[in-house]
């Protein structure tokens, strides 16, 4: 088992940022990669960020390039989403996720981020 908890949402204004964090428990050696997805209300979830564990390759959704960064700390088997120059669009619940090496997801809670105009 995996447990994922997610920290640093909260309220911002137009242009500020925010850095999220996600930090790993239980069988954390199993992990292949992690990210962060994101879901405004009625919208689908959609992939924001994730990289690979060890390779620490990293992709981003479209509106995510230039603006956001994935990086992760193994020691403390923390990511973390560094989120700059945010827009009212980027409101949405933000979730982190794990995929280990048997292809099994895990979630975390969600944290609410808010940006206003």
């Known amino acids: 088992q995996v447990q994922l908890m997610e920290s640093g949402g909260g309220l911002v204004q137009a242009g500020g940022s925010l850095r999220l964090s996600c930090a790993a428990s239980g069988i954390v050696f199993s992990i292949n990669a992690m990210g962060w997805y994101r879901q405004a209300p009625g919208k689908q979830r959609e992939l924001v960020a994730s990289?690979?564990?060890?390779?620490?390759?990293?992709s981003y959704a479209d509106s995510a390039k230039g603006r956001f960064t994935i990086s992760g700390d193994n020691a403390k088997n923390t990511v973390y989403l560094q989120m700059n120059n945010l827009k009212p669009e980027d409101t949405a619940v933000y979730y982190c996720?794990?995929?280990?090496?048997?292809?099994?997801?895990?979630w975390g809670q969600g944290t609410q981020v808010t940006v206003s105009s």
């Open positions: 996720t794990s995929i280990d090496s048997a292809g099994r997801n895990y």
């Open positions: 990289m690979f564990r060890r390779s620490g390759l990293t």
